[in-house]
């Protein structure tokens, strides 16, 4: 079983900056990739950034430029510094990892941009 422990999210106004972290935990013998991923009210999960336990990282066009995804390996930590955030970014964010034993997504913080 795997836990994830993430915080970061809140309020923020149009233009701000967020910073998430996700600690992941658990029966885990290999990370391999770890991301972020995002739903809004009334739509479909959307993964906004992956990186892959070499530093590759990839992003969707919705926050390519905007935000930057980063990992501690030692640490199994996965980071999203969401900046020049948009109405649009509100939504809960949440972690995921593909392992060796498949893939799991976190429960998510909620994240409001609202002026």
């Known amino acids: 079983q795997v836990q994830f422990v993430e915080s970061g999210g809140g309020l923020v106004q149009p233009g701000g900056s967020l910073r998430l972290s996700c600690v992941v935990s658990?029966?885990?013998?290999?990370?391999?990739?770890m991301g972020w991923g995002r739903q809004a009210p009334g739509k479909q999960r959307e993964l906004v950034a992956r990186?892959?336990?070499?530093?590759?990282?990839s992003y969707s066009d919705s926050v390519k430029g905007r935000f930057v995804i980063s990992r501690d390996n030692a640490k199994n930590t996965v980071y999203l510094q969401m900046n020049s955030l948009k109405l649009e970014d509100t939504a809960v964010y949440s972690c995921?990892?593909?392992?060796?034993?498949?893939?799991?997504w976190g429960q998510g913080t909620q994240v409001t941009v609202s002026s």
């Open positions: 995921m990892v593909v392992h060796n034993g498949g893939s799991s």
């Open positions: 658990g029966n885990i013998f290999s990370i391999y990739v």
């Open positions: 990186i892959t336990n070499g530093g590759i990282t």
